[in-house]
């Protein structure tokens, strides 16, 4: 099938800074391109890459005229999300990452809450964590309101998934787009900008899946975060002249041997509780790889192989 001809300004620019994610990049590229809306413009920046995410890019360029790909050196993702909102020429601007999973109706979703929310200058949306695999982990709520979302941000919690956000240019422009120098919490930083300027909101509907990994952005950077989280914040109480109160919370990713071990637990469990065996084994396996002496891994792999799963009883207990 043809991919549907671009107009000369769409309605919603796609943007996308890619930096070596050509194993999760044509997943990616894809749940944009399947969206049920299509009045779209996709653009990509290849941020340096040194794997073969610019061969893919090329590669999805020449089949499709919506997509229009950069590529140079590496200037870091916030300067290129910058570089990527004067190319766009969208009234909309839907953030996308290159591991990430959009859900096919997420623009049409987000692009008819904005056409009748006109006071909301970004809307996000629930989510689920899926790791490499694309099994998913956990879903994650989201409070709805621009009253509790704008609370959430001010105490330092990031209240939007950033790549599940639909942004109006027009506020994003207003609010000098995203400061550099906030790289690792760029996304916090800019919500509560985009709040001084307009309403944020977000729909319970699942619109992302969220892709955990070991090389992503946010777990390499965890502890910088936390400084860099008080930071903005601090900055938005001075502007809006009210006194906050900063919300300290652990790093919700892995940090060191012992924590990736618990959180391999976590899921493994969680895989186990929900019927899912072969992904408790699995979690079970990489737990035991993290720390072979902990008798909790080998706890859940024994459990995961021989124990009955608590789906399959409640079943037969049913059906008793």
């Not at 839907?94 to 096919?104: E, S, T």
Request: glycine share 6%; charged share 25%; aromatic share 8%.
């Amino acid at each position: 099938m043809q991919a549907p001809s671009t107009p000369s300004k769409p309605q919603i620019s796609v943007l996308m800074a890619v930096y070596n994610n050509a194993r999760f990049l044509p997943e990616a590229i894809d749940s944009i391109l399947n969206q049920t809306f299509s009045d779209f413009e996709l653009l990509l920046i290849d941020d340096g890459s040194t794997d073969r995410s610019g061969e893919i890019l090329e590669r999805y360029e020449a089949a499709d005229q919506r997509i229009r790909v950069t590529r140079r050196e590496n200037r870091g993702v916030a300067r290129t999300r910058n570089e990527l909102i004067q190319q766009a020429q969208g009234e909309l601007i839907a953030v996308m990452d290159g591991d990430d999973v959009a859900l096919p109706d997420r623009l049409q979703r987000q692009l008819e809450f904005m056409r009748n929310h006109p006071e909301v200058v970004c809307v996000g949306g629930a989510y689920d964590w899926i790791d490499e695999a694309g099994r998913i982990l956990l879903h994650c709520g989201v409070m709805e309101q621009n009253e509790d979302i704008q609370a959430l941000a001010l105490k330092g919690l990031t209240p939007i998934s950033h790549p599940a956000a639909l942004i109006r240019r027009s506020a994003l422009l207003q609010v000098g787009s995203y400061d550099e120098t906030m790289a690792t919490v760029g996304d916090l930083d800019l919500f509560l900008r985009l709040g001084e300027v307009g309403q944020l909101a977000n729909l319970k509907q699942t619109m992302l899946h969220y892709r955990l990994h070991p090389n992503s952005i946010s777990e390499s950077k965890q502890l910088r975060q936390m400084a860099d989280r008080r930071e903005a914040c601090e900055r938005a109480w001075k502007r809006r002249g009210i006194s906050g109160t900063f919300e300290e919370v652990p790093p919700w990713r892995p940090i060191d041997r012992p924590s990736r071990h618990e959180f391999l637990l976590r899921f493994g469990w969680g895989f186990f509780n929900r019927g899912e065996r072969w992904a408790a084994i699995v979690y079970s396996i990489k737990a035991i790889r993290t720390l072979p002496l902990k008798i909790t891994g080998w706890k859940l792999l024994v459990c995961a192989l021989i124990k009955p799963l608590p789906q399959a009883e409640a079943s037969w207990e049913a059906q008793g």
